[in-house]
């Protein structure tokens, strides 16, 4: 199996890639986001206590994500591999990780880092919330929080991965397309 990790900070393109890249690569989406808000459509006790952190812009607690993720790894199986988008989001998250795939005798293949800069974050995630209606979204304050989440707990990952040679960026500006064809070219490598 290959195991995936998609990259980047809130905004950066990652669902929207996700879907070209599962769709060319038989891979399973996994969305820990998506997972957790799923929790929350659903009124689940997981989802009311995850609803106030993701609106307040902080993350969940790494058991929880941690938990979603070995339980579809014990469960999914006709795929090529994994997409991991939203996860790991710390380091703490990232070791976890490493340990349940060694576990396995597996190890993470890649990952695909989508960038942009802080000032398109704000513009980006504005866009969307005109589109898809999500509450963390909304709100600008919630918003910087994600984005101060993301340089304190999640970017640090991006040295934990070069040391271990797995790290690949491709640039987040420009088109769709022509992102979708940056990130193709980093796949096709593995
Ligand atoms: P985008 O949808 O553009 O990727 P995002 O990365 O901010 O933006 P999601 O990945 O959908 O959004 O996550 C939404 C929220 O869910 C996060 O702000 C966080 O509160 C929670 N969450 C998602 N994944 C994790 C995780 N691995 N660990 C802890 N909290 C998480
Ligand atoms: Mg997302």
């Not at 996994?30 to 957790?36: A, F, K, M, W």
């Not at 992102?179 to 593995?190: A, L």
């Amino acid at each position: 199996m290959k195991y995936y990790i998609l990259f980047g900070p809130p905004g950066a393109g990652k669902g929207t890639q996700a879907t070209a890249m599962k769709e060319n690569y038989n891979l399973r989406h996994v969305s820990t986001g998506e997972l957790l808000r799923n929790e929350i459509a659903a009124g689940t006790e997981l989802g009311l206590k995850a609803k106030a952190l993701i609106d307040a812009g902080a993350l969940v607690p790494d058991e929880v994500v941690e938990g979603m993720i070995e339980s579809l790894f014990n469960s999914v199986k006709d795929v090529n591999g994994f997409l991991l988008d939203g996860f790991p989001r710390t380091i703490a998250q990232a070791e976890a990780l490493d340990a349940m795939l060694a576990k396995r005798g597996e190890e993470v293949t890649a990952v695909v880092s989508i960038m942009i800069p802080d000032q398109m974050i704000m513009e980006r995630i504005k866009h969307r919330a005109a589109i898809e209606g999500r509450a963390d979204d909304a709100n600008e304050d919630t918003i910087n929080n994600r984005i101060k989440t993301y340089h304190d707990k999640t970017e640090p990952l991006v040295e934990y991965y070069k040391k271990a040679g797995k790290y690949n960026e491709a640039d987040g500006i420009g088109t769709i397309e022509e992102v979708r064809s940056r990130i193709f070219g980093i796949m096709d490598k593995f």
